[in-house]
């Protein structure tokens, strides 16, 4: 079950459908796949441009959810009860508030393989409830300053990278986890 957004969760999870994993992807209300005739961000998924958000939703089954509702939060539920693994990569807390965090979801599916990706660790005090942007990320790990020495050498100021780096890392080795967690838990 995919409930990431922006890159790092959808990321993940795309690349074990493209292993061939049944990955549902759950999205908000009104966010619908975008048209293939539309080249902007849509009014609906205004994080990624329309290529990309299909890019990251390729070969998955997209379910419209209202977590925010009871019938929408039943329905999770039971998926998950179902599933072998659930990808998330919201801010620390975020799936507790739900209700949908793996304390509360052990006992209901004991093989549950929870992949949590949420930028900044919970125990992060000073960063935990930033939201991970791409770029927050890249800033923070010395992604835009430590990119040669011969750029440190010459005193060059930092270079922005538009590549989502920190998020294609986490969802890789992400991926790799979970893949890891299957062979161990079978």
């Known amino acids: 079950i995919d409930f990431g957004h922006y890159y790092a969760g959808p990321m993940a999870a795309m690349l074990l459908a493209d292993q061939g994993a049944s990955v549902i992807r759950i999205i908000k209300p009104g966010e619908q796949e975008p048209s293939a005739h539309h080249k902007e ?8 441009p329309d290529q990309q958000y299909r890019l990251l939703n390729r070969n998955k089954h997209i379910l419209e959810l209202d977590l925010k509702t009871a019938e929408g939060k039943e329905q999770a539920l039971h998926l998950i ?6 990808i998330e990569n919201f801010r620390p807390g975020v799936m507790k508030r739900l209700g949908l965090d ?3 979801l052990k006992d209901e599916n004991p093989g549950l393989i929870y992949l949590s990706l949420p930028g900044f660790a919970s125990n992060d005090k000073e960063r935990a409830h930033i939201q991970a942007w791409e770029g927050v990320i890249n800033a923070a790990t010395g992604l835009y300053t430590d990119t040669s020495d011969f750029r440190k050498f010459l005193n060059f100021p930092p270079v922005y990278s538009w590549v989502p780096l920190g998020s ?3 969802a890789t080795l992400g991926s790799i986890a979970i893949m890891s967690a299957l062979v161990a838990r079978e």
């Open 81 to 86: 009860k179902r599933a072998d693994v659930l």
């Open 41 to 48: 961000p849509s009014a609906h998924h205004k994080e990624l």
């Open 102 to 104: 793996y304390a509360n």
């Open 168 to 170: 294609v890392y986490g």
